[in-house]
């Protein structure tokens, strides 16, 4: 089954252009080192929770849209090492200095596929 890594961050809506460049440049990255597949999702339905929440979770500001995202890797062994990779790239190194958002609230993680259909 394939693997996964999911996040979720808060960007400025002013910084939506900026952050979709951003994202297909290391979209191509991601492909270029073996991802099968790569989402990114503006929220425009995200509501504001009670005990927890997207908005919540990453401290979302009045003038910021939630953003949710995932990557699929054909196995954790692909996906490591991808990332690892990655780290060492100098161009990644590169777009890292120029965030369209805080990357300090954002929230992710890898996890196992146990149902696709």
């Not at 692909?78 to 369209?100: F, L």
Request: glycine share 6%; aromatic share 12%.
């Amino acid at each position: 089954m394939p693997y996964v890594d999911g996040f979720v961050c808060a960007v400025p809506v002013d910084n939506r252009q900026k952050y979709i460049d951003h994202a297909a440049q290391a979209a191509a990255k991601f492909k270029e080192l073996g991802a099968l597949k790569v989402v990114e999702c503006w929220g425009d339905d995200v509501p504001e929770g009670k005990v927890t929440s997207f908005r919540m979770a990453v401290k979302q500001e009045e003038s910021e849209a939630a953003v949710f995202s995932w990557i699929v890797w054909p196995s954790k062994e692909a996906r490591d090492v991808a990332w690892k990779q990655m780290m060492e790239d100098p161009e990644m190194a590169e777009m890292g200095k120029d965030m369209p958002f805080d990357g300090k609230r954002m929230i992710y993680g890898g996890f196992q596929t146990i149902v696709d259909v």
